[in-house]
């Protein structure tokens, strides 16, 4: 299943839509309250430095003549935003005496008041400027007073970046702490993924709601719920096959009985085969409830892993697997064979490992051709131990080899007498204790391999580890 990318403001990932939309906002926040700063701030200096120039001007015009202004450097004037103080002849054309004579480029303003003047010596800057009004008397010398504008606006930015600072520096921090939350949110679901990908499928669990955050909770509250749902629909499933097979079973066996009994009182000729094929139906019969029964016993919820593990010689156990089966096998006239190069030993209940091999025997037995081989072998490959069985029979076409362990499927056209089960118990009871079964055709298999099939079966690392327990014969 693919996921859909999200857009560029709504990424998919929550971490990243959080991240991104928390620094967006951090840095409006910021922008928004040094803007605020410089222009309210701005506005307070402004008024209160205007305020303070018309006092100096006040300062100077009292006086008569006007004392001469104390003298002021570059660095005060352009930097330090110090007041420039001019005095003026009466008619506004020579300057008499200035706190700094470079900036005589400014001239008297023609009206009284406050003013703005540009200047591009001795450097392009700007200039506040207030002129005093004219004395009573014609020739009273005029004052003016200027202040660098840049200097105030220097003053109000710097301001401005410092309200706007305390809010960029949280930006980290909220940052690391949002990081932290989603980081502990996902671990939490991805502690719950883990839980749900570690489920049995045949006995699925609820899922612990201890460290699942409120938001997520109820997404884990259904699914609980649909396990429960889930784990009863199996339940009534599975008891209803155990017990149909089970109700089955007697009734078969008396029929069994019965026919045993019956033999001795058929005619000879043509009833007798009509008998055999009814005999041999009720065996079908018999084999098909006993492997419902033991599938719906795999199923059974709460079975405990293992319940009698034992230390299992294979070799032992294959030769007898084989000598229960020769009655097959003798009445097919098939030849079949045993050999075991290695002694491996699997913990595990005996009966699962038979119910194995015995599948795998039994299939091999019964799609090899009327006179055919079997081989069973026992041996190591690349370091480890396997068993295989090996049939010349047809083999499984390769549309079919995926779903050969399937329930209830059998190869189109493989003949009547089956039911599909055994390979699907062979399988769930191979997993149970570590075993895994691998089915190749034989020409694929091997270098010039004939027709028919390989079963073959890994046994677990740990099987040639152990020392075999000795056995007799
Ligand atoms: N050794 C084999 N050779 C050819 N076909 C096989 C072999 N083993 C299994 N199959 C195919 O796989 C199907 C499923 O096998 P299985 O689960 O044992 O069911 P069943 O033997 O009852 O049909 C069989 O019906 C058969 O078509
Ligand atoms: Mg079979």
């Not at 205007?50 to 660095?75: C, H, I, K, T």
Request: proline fraction near 8%; charged fraction near 20%; aromatic fraction near 6%.
């Amino acid at each position: 299943m693919s996921v859909a990318p999200g857009r560029w403001w709504r990424p998919r990932s929550l971490r990243t839509q959080l991240l991104f939309w928390l620094v967006t906002l951090h840095l409006a926040a910021a922008a928004l309250t040094a803007w605020f700063t410089f222009v309210a701030y701005g506005d307070l200096v402004h008024n209160a430095l205007d305020e303070q120039m018309r006092l100096v001007a006040d300062s100077y015009a009292g006086g008569d003549p006007p004392r001469s202004p104390r003298p002021l450097d570059g660095n005060a004037a352009l930097v330090r935003g110090a007041f420039v103080v001019q005095i003026w002849s009466a008619d506004g054309r020579t300057l008499r005496a200035s706190s700094w004579p470079p900036l005589a480029v400014v001239p008297l303003q023609p009206q009284p008041g406050f003013g703005d003047a540009r200047t591009d010596a001795p450097a392009p800057s700007r200039w506040r400027v207030f002129t005093a009004e004219a004395g009573p008397r014609a020739d009273q010398p005029r004052v003016q007073v200027l202040q660098n504008e840049d200097y105030r606006r220097r003053r109000a930015l710097r301001r401005a970046l410092l309200e706007g600072l305390p809010i960029a520096l949280l930006l980290p921090l909220a940052l690391l702490i949002l990081w932290l939350i989603v980081s502990a949110a996902s671990r939490s679901l991805r502690a719950v993924a883990r839980d749900v990908a570690s489920q049995d499928e045949r006995r699925p669990t609820e899922l612990s709601l201890a460290r699942v955050p409120d938001e997520i909770a109820p997404l884990v509250q259904a699914f609980n719920q649909l396990l429960s749902r889930v784990r009863s629909a199996f339940a009534t499933q599975r008891r209803f096959v155990q017990d149909a097979a089970h109700e089955l079973r007697t009734p078969m066996a008396a029929i069994g009985l019965q026919i045993e009994n019956l033999r001795a009182h058929v005619p000879a000729g043509e009833a007798t085969e009509r008998f055999n094929q009814l005999e041999a139906g009720v065996t079908r019969a018999q084999h098909l409830i006993e492997q419902l029964l033991s599938l719906s016993r795999q199923d059974a919820p709460g079975r405990p892993l293992a319940p009698s593990r034992e230390a299992v010689d294979i070799e032992t156990l294959l030769r007898e697997s084989v000598s229960q089966l020769m009655v097959l096998a003798d009445a097919r006239r098939v030849d079949i064979g045993f050999e075991g190069s290695i002694a491996p030993v699997v913990q595990a209940p005996a009966a699962e490992l038979r119910s194995v091999f015995d599948n795998l025997i039994d299939n091999a037995l019964r799609y090899a051709p009327e006179g055919g081989v079997v081989d069973v072998r026992l041996h190591e490959v690349d370091g480890h131990a396997v068993v295989d069985v090996l049939d010349n029979g047809p083999g499984i076409p390769g549309s079919s080899i995926g779903r050969v362990f399937d329930r209830f499927f059998r190869v189109p056209g493989a003949p009547a007498g089956g039911s599909g089960l055994g390979l699907a118990i062979a399988r769930t009871a191979a997993e149970r204790h570590g075993l895994r079964i691998e089915l190749r055709n034989r020409d694929e298999a091997e270098e010039g391999g004939g027709p028919g099939l390989l079963a073959r079966v890994h046994l677990p690392p740990a099987a040639l580890a152990a020392p075999a327990p000795l056995t007799p014969g």
